[in-house]
């Protein structure tokens, strides 16, 4: 079965939870995605509607991996025995709980300004989503929902893999799923419209529930959504929805953020590259988000093909330029593009575009020429990073230079190889873009919500 919207998944969902009724449940939407999925099942059984709000707690050095969770008024549920196999203290712990407790807070007030969460103790609570890959959100949202007193959590979906249906089995009372495929690499491709969910349809979703459940002869009044609080920072995996493609992503932003810079990884790579992990940290020490993502899905990681498809590469790149833009808080920010590898070509032929965002570029190691035509296009500053060892790629980066109109400038790093190993080589090329982005991300901006004169 395959579905039309959230909102056609959470009709098809809503008609497995007629038995739920007489239990008087209160649904839970995971924000953004799950709600306009939860809205349907709170309407069809007349439950109250709210959002869950969770932060998973990523293990310090491995953030995708959750130590813990934490929720409003407080919650926080730890691995103690994962964070005493990985080593990680109280000071660590209190560290990380900080940071995420802060977006927490601004996440809550987004979606809820003044009004305080629809009480769960003693109550049959139903979480829900738009589907599940890994799960570890729902997870959370399951445990969270659990310490604030629910009487019996249920995890409704309509679509997951089934080896993850058994493993969410383990923490809720009750799993409801539509759809239960042996093999799924991604959430997307079971719904012909995945578009991202906007704050804006959260908001509207949940003030057509608050009405619709309202007591007769209660009044309840309605106001206007609450003004955007003061982005705190952020520093966690995301899911990126491009096309029908879910993506693996890694999203960090200081508070007083200048810029984003997207990174675009070669073949074989993804965003766990450890050479752009490095990278990224050099750039946040310098007022730069990163994003580090997947350009590819795990199973078309498979096809060799698509690791050289630059059209493909360059396109999802830009799907995930688009995609970070939707946050309120991040829409303003200039962006720039790291590529290293074929992942450069990627990076150009999404700047080559007319309506490109793109505000510098940078390359290491990369395959400018692979671009092709594209490269005229380009528009925004590049430079092109190439060690003086890697004598071939050397060779190509100069040739497609000539081929470049925008302010562009080919680095040589002496001695470095290819993939930049030699001691210093990769701290030479991290220091060099990290000079290119700010001196062209640092112009005057619109002060976005950073209280910013």
Not at 41 to 65: F, T, Y
Not at 198 to 220: C, H, I, K, M
Request: charged share 25%.
């Amino acid at each position: 079965m395959r579905f039309s919207d959230r909102r056609d998944a959470g009709m098809k969902l809503a008609t497995l939870m007629g038995r739920f009724r007489d239990e008087r449940p209160i649904v839970l939407g995971l924000p953004r995605g799950g709600v306009p999925v939860a809205f349907e099942v709170a309407r069809a059984l007349n439950a109250p509607l709210d959002v869950i709000v969770v932060r998973k707690l990523g293990l310090p050095s491995q953030p995708e991996l959750a130590m813990g969770a934490i929720g409003e008024d407080g919650i926080r549920i730890v691995n103690e025995d994962l964070c005493r196999r990985a080593g990680v203290g109280a000071a660590e712990l209190a560290n990380v709980e900080r940071r995420e407790r802060a977006e927490l807070a601004r996440r809550a007030k987004r979606f809820r300004g003044e009004r305080r969460p629809v009480p769960i103790a003693g109550r049959t609570v139903i979480v829900v989503d738009d589907g599940l890959a890994t799960g570890s959100t729902a997870l959370a949202a399951l445990q969270v929902a659990r310490a604030h007193g629910a009487e019996r959590v249920v995890l409704a979906v309509p679509v997951a893999p089934r080896e993850t249906l058994r493993e969410m089995e383990l923490h809720a009372d009750e799993v409801v799923c539509v759809e239960a495929p042996p093999n799924m690499a991604a959430i997307g491709p079971w719904y012909a419209d995945f578009t991202q969910t906007t704050d804006e349809e959260v908001l509207r979703l949940l003030g057509a529930a608050e009405g619709a459940t309202a007591r007769p002869g209660r009044s309840r009044t309605h106001s206007a959504p609450p003004p955007d609080v003061p982005f705190t920072g952020c520093d966690e995996e995301v899911d990126l929805v491009v096309g029908s493609t879910r993506l693996g992503a890694h999203l960090a932003v200081p508070a007083r953020a200048i810029g984003i810079v997207v990174f675009a990884h070669g073949s074989g790579s993804s965003r766990h590259s450890p050479r752009n992990r490095y990278v990224a940290s050099v750039l946040r020490e310098a007022g730069l988000g990163t994003l580090l993502f997947d350009l590819l899905s795990p199973s078309e990681a498979l096809e060799r093909a698509n690791v050289f498809d630059v059209p493909l590469l360059g396109s999802r790149l830009s799907g995930a330029i688009d995609a970070v833009r939707t946050d309120a808080a991040l829409t303003t920010l200039p962006i720039g593009v790291f590529g290293a590898s074929t992942g450069a070509a990627a990076a150009l032929w999404a700047a080559g575009d007319p309506s490109s965002p793109i505000s510098a570029v940078v390359s290491r190691g990369g395959r400018p020429d692979l671009a092709g035509a594209r490269l005229g296009s380009v528009r925004a500053p590049t430079l092109l990073i190439v060690g003086g060892a890697d004598t071939d790629v050397l060779d190509l980066n100069r040739m497609a230079a000539t081929s470049l109109r925008c302010p562009h400038r080919i680095e040589v790093i002496p001695g470095a190889t290819h993939l930049f190993e030699e001691p210093g080589a990769l701290a030479a090329a991290a220091s060099l873009g990290r000079d290119w982005f700010v001196t062209r991300m640092s112009s005057p901006r619109i002060a976005h919500q950073r209280g910013e004169g």
